[in-house]
């Protein structure tokens, strides 16, 4: 059975940093993007970031503040993100998918998802 279980969220003033983690279990996940997603109340869930291997991919709007990494030897993705604002405060969601893939419906596997509360 697949899991992929977030932790790391929480409430954070505007400025600071947060790092979140997503250990996924059940199967291989070496030829699929682990990424993370974010939905806030009333939009549409977005793509954050992924990772394929050793290529990562961005959505434009994190412009250097969000890193993804990735280590293999514990199955677990990370997301670290900087100079967090307001406008970040969402529940945030990693998931696997096909590999590059930036859209959620190219993604099979999701976690149940971590608040994320950014104060201003």
């Known amino acids: 059975q697949v899991q992929m279980v977030e932790s790391g969220g929480g409430l954070v003033q505007a400025g600071g940093s947060l790092r979140l983690s997503c250990a996924a279990s059940g199967r291989t996940f070496s030829t699929y993007s682990l990424g993370w997603f974010r939905q806030a109340p009333g939009k549409e869930r977005e793509y954050i970031a992924s990772?394929?291997?050793?290529?990562?991919y961005y959505a434009d709007f994190v412009k250097g503040r969000f890193t993804i990494s990735r280590d293999n030897a514990k199955n677990t993705i990370y997301l670290q993100m900087n100079s967090l604002k307001p406008e970040d405060t969402a529940v945030y969601y990693c998931?696997?998918?096909?590999?590059?893939?930036?859209?959620?419906?190219?993604?099979?596997?999701w976690g149940q998802g971590t608040q994320v509360t950014v104060s201003s």
């Open positions: 998931a696997a998918g096909v590999a590059g893939a930036t859209q959620s419906r190219n993604y099979k596997y």
């Open positions: 990772i394929a291997g050793s290529n990562t």
